[in-house]
C-alpha cells in the first residue's frame, strides 16, 4: 500500500483518520499502532513478524543498556541490538547478491534464497540503532513504555521511506501531543503538494525515463540520452522528496514533527553542497553514527579521506544490492575527496553557475550508475551522453516535442523559485497581492491533489523507486 494510491487515499486514510481523531488522548497511540500494523501487513503480512521482532530487541536492549550505564557490561546490549539489526537487513537484502558474486567469482552453482526485500527495512532499522545508540550515549532516556516505543519503530507516515526518524526528535511527541489545528492545516496542505510532485511530476517524467532506457543505448543519440537522464534524475527527485512530503504532512496532521529530508538539492554548486541537500536524514545519520565515531575531520587529511570513502561506500549499499550502487556511493566519494584536497577551493574562486554546471554533470553521471544496473547498459548510457551515436535524431525531436514543456516545469518545480514568489505576496503590503496569495494557497493544494488523484485512476504507471530500499 503506498500513499498515491485509491486503496490509500479513500478506504485506508479516511477510516484511520476518523478512528485516530475520535480515539481520546493516550488511546491514539494504540490506535496509531493498529493502523500501522494493518498498513505494513496488507503487503507483506509475513514481514510483520520481523518488524515487531526487531521492536522487542531494541526496546529490550535499551532498557538492558540504560540499567548497565557506566560500566562495560553496557557494549553487551548495543553490540546485541547493532548485530541483530545489521543481521536482519544484511541476511534479507544482500544474501543473494553475495551469492551470486560467489559463483560469479568460483564458478559455482549455489542456488538462491529469492527472498522478498522486507519493505522498509533499510529505515526502521537504522531508527532502532539510532535509539540503542543514543541511550547508551546517554542522549536519551530508554523508553519504558511498549506501545510508545513501537508506535515510534512502526509509524506508517515514514515507515515505508523515511525520513529517518531519531527517537530524541520525537520522544516527547510520542507521550503527549494536542491536536493543533494549525498544524493539520498545513500537514494537509504539504500532503497535497507531496501527492502532486509524486503523481503529476514524477510518474509522468517516469514515463520518458522508460522509454529512452528501453532503447539500445548504442544506437542513441546524444540528446536522446540526455533527455532521459535528465527525467530520471527528475523522477527520483519528486518521487522521493514528494513522497517525503506526504510523510511529513501526515506527521503533522497527527501530531509530529518529522526532519525535513530535501532543501531543493538540484540548486547546489558543490557535490559537498548537494549532499547536504539531498536525503538529508540519511546523511544525517552516517554523520553522526558512522563518520563521526571513525573520527570525522579531527584525525588528519589521511583518515579523513578514509572515513569518507568508508561513509559512502556504506552509503552506496544501503540503496541497494548491487556493484552499481556501490559504484554509485564510491564515484560520489571520489568527487567529494576531491573537494576536500583542492576543487572546493576552485569552485569558490569561480562563479556559482560554473560549480552548478559542474555539480548536475557530476550528479547525472551518478545517476546512471544509480539507475542501470548492467556494464553495458551503464558504459553504453555515458558514451551515448558524450555524442557516439550522434547528436540528434528523429527520436530526439519526437521527445522533445512530447516532453520539454514537462521537463521545464520541474526544473522550475525544483527550485525555490515557487516558494520565494509565495513569501513575496504573503509578506506584501498590497491588498491585491495578499488576496491573490490567501485564495493560491487554498485552491492551488486542492487543485493540485484532484489532479493527481484523477492522475491515479486514469495512469497505471505509479512506480515508487524509494519502496524497496
Known amino acids: 500500500m503506498v500513499f498515491s494510491s485509491v486503496l490509500f487515499l479513500f478506504r485506508f486514510l479516511p477510516v484511520f483518520m476518523l478512528c485516530y481523531f475520535l480515539a481520546p488522548g ?3 497511540n494504540f490506535i496509531l499502532l493498529l493502523g500501522s500494523l494493518f498498513f505494513y501487513a496488507w503487503g507483506e503480512p509475513v514481514y510483520v513478524l520481523l518488524m515487531l521482532f526487531s521492536t522487542l530487541v531494541d526496546y529490550g536492549n535499551g532498557l538492558l543498556i540504560e540499567r548497565l550505564r557506566g560500566s562495560r557490561k553496557a557494549l553487551i546490549p548495543l553490540s546485541a541490538s547493532i548485530v541483530v539489526n545489521l543481521a536482519l537487513l544484511g541476511f534479507f537484502k544482500y544474501a543473494d547478491f553475495l551469492i551470486q558474486t560467489v559463483n560469479a567469482l568460483a564458478g559455482t552453482t549455489l542456488p538462491l534464497l529469492n527472498l522478498d526485500l522486507p519493505i522498509g527495512i533499510s529505515f526502521y532499522t537504522f531508527q532502532t540503532m539510532s535509539y540503542t545508540i543514543d541511550v547508551y550515549r546517554g542522549r536519551v532516556t530508554a523508553q519504558k513504555n511498549i506501545l510508545d516505543f513501537s508506535v515510534y519503530v512502526t509509524m506508517f507516515p515514514q515507515l515505508i521511506a523515511g525520513p529517518i526518524v531519531k ?4 520522544s516527547l511527541q510520542l507521550h503527549s501531543r494536542p491536536v493543533d489545528v494549525t498544524a493539520v492545516s498545513r ?3 504539504r500532503f497535497c503538494m507531496g501527492m502532486a510532485k509524486k503523481v503529476l511530476l514524477a510518474n509522468s517524467l517516469g514515463v520518458l525515463w522508460a ?4 532503447q539500445d543505448f548504442r544506437n542513441m543519440s546524444m540528446m536522446t540520452a540526455w533527455l532521459g537522464v535528465l527525467a ?3 523522477q527520483i527527485y519528486f518521487d522521493f522528496s514528494g513522497y517525503s512530503d506526504m510523510a511529513i504532512g501526515l506527521g503533522a496532521i497527527l501530531g509530529f514533527g518529522f526532519p525535513e529530508n530535501f532543501n531543493y538539492p538540484y540548486i547546489s554548486a558543490s557535490i559537498t553542497e548537494f549532499w547536504r541537500r539531498w536525503h538529508i536524514s540519511l546523511g544525517s545519520w552516517f554523520r553522526e553514527y558512522v563518520y563521526i565515531p571513525l573520527g570525522g575531520n579531527r584525525r588528519g587529511l589521511p583518515r579523513q579521506i578514509r572515513n569518507i570513502l568508508i561513509v559512502w561506500a556504506l552509503t552506496g549499499i544501503w540503496h541497494g544490492a548491487g556493484w552499481n550502487f556501490l559504484l554509485w556511493g ?7 575527496v576531491l573537494e ?9 574562486w569561480l562563479p556559482r553557475i560554473v560549480g552548478m554546471i559542474y555539480t548536475w554533470a557530476a550528479v547525472l553521471a551518478g545517476w546512471v550508475l544509480f539507475a542501470l544496473t548492467t556494464r553495458d547498459g551503464i558504459l553504453g548510457c555515458l558514451q551515448a551522453m558524450t555524442g557516439t551515436g550522434g547528436i540528434f535524431d528523429a527520436d530526439a525531436l519526437y521527445l522533445g516535442r512530447e516532453y520539454l514543456a514537462l521537463l521545464a516545469v520541474a526544473a522550475v518545480a525544483a527550485t525555490p523559485i515557487p516558494r520565494k514568489l ?6 506584501s503590503k498590497t491588498g491585491l497581492c495578499v488576496a491573490l496569495y490567501r485564495l493560491c494557497e487554498k485552491v492551488i493544494p486542492a487543485a493540485l491533489l484532484l489532479l493527481a488523484i484523477a492522475g491515479i485512476v486514469d495512469d497505471s504507471y505509479n512506480p515508487f523507486l524509494y519502496f524497496r530500499f
Open 26 to 28: 493516550r488511546m491514539k
Open 167 to 170: 527517537y530524541k526528535d520525537v
Open 187 to 189: 500537514g494537509l496542505k
Open 211 to 214: 522509454e529512452v532506457s528501453g
Open 232 to 234: 530520471f534524475a527528475f
Open 330 to 336: 564510491l564515484w560520489f566519494a571520489f568527487l567529494l
Open 340 to 348: 576536500k584536497l583542492f576543487l572546493s577551493r576552485v569552485l569558490s
Open 422 to 427: 509565495a513569501v513575496r505576496l504573503e509578506n
